[in-house]
Structure formats: structure tokens, C-alpha cells
């Protein structure tokens, strides 16, 4: 498994969630880094993108001011902190590394996915 993202649970309304995601080194890199995610009868949508360093981030209108993505390149890994969550934040939540330029909002740019972890926000 080259990317494997954990932390997703059971949360309440308003609660907070912080997704881990490990990739090997190769993936890591020097590449871009985003999360995306998919409920269930809908379309895989983004969610955040991080630059190679963290220097750049980009969120998509429904998370920003809630979520925030960052990593540590020491350890390979990517996060995505959640808070103030709502309902319909309840999906399964993938992290995938980016193939060209980071910051992109379709999945297609994303050439390495994750298994995904589940996040339920009951209400």
C-alpha cells in the first residue's frame, strides 16, 4: 500500500476529526498532495490540496474556514484537520498525491489514491 490514510470515525455535529495519511517516499516526494471524498450515490469531490513544501494550500468552498491541510515531510505524511463538522461532511475520505502541478480540483491530476477512511457526522 503506498498511501494509507487513517482517523476517520463517529462525530457529532460541531465535533473534530484529524486524518492522518502516510505515503512512501516515492509518492511523498516532491509532489503535491490532496484530499478528496465521496458519499454515498455521489461523485469523489475535492476538498483540500497542499503544495510540496506547504507552503501553498487551496480548499474547496464547503470546507474552507473548517478544514486545514497541512504535512510533515519528515514523516511522509499529509493531514487534513477537521472541525466543525457537519452532516454532510459525512463521507469516505481518500488522500491522493498529484502527478505535474499541485492544486488541482479534479481527481484526474491525482495519480496515487489511498484506501480511504470513512467519516460520519451524525447530526
Known amino acids: 500500500v503506498q498511501l494509507q490514510a487513517s482517523g476517520g470515525g463517529l462525530v457529532q455535529t460541531g465535533g473534530s476529526l484529524r486524518l492522518s495519511c502516510v505515503a512512501s517516499?516515492?509518492?511523498?516526494?516532491?509532489?503535491?498532495m490532496g484530499w478528496f471524498r465521496q458519499a454515498p450515490g455521489k461523485e469523489r469531490e475535492f476538498v483540500a490540496a497542499?503544495?510540496?513544501?506547504?507552503?501553498?494550500?487551496v480548499y474547496a468552498d464547503s470546507v474552507k474556514g473548517r478544514f486545514t491541510i497541512s504535512r510533515d515531510n519528515a514523516k511522509n505524511t499529509v493531514y487534513l484537520q477537521m472541525n466543525s463538522l457537519k452532516p454532510e461532511d459525512s463521507a469516505i475520505y481518500y488522500c491522493?498525491?498529484?502527478?505535474?502541478?499541485?492544486?488541482?480540483?479534479?481527481?484526474?491530476?491525482?495519480?496515487?489514491w489511498g484506501q480511504g477512511t470513512q467519516v460520519t457526522v451524525s447530526s
Open positions: 517516499r516515492r509518492i511523498f516526494g516532491n509532489n503535491g
Open positions: 497542499i503544495s510540496w513544501n506547504g507552503g501553498s494550500t
Open positions: 491522493a498525491g498529484a502527478r505535474g502541478s499541485w492544486g488541482s480540483r479534479d481527481a484526474y491530476n491525482y495519480g496515487y
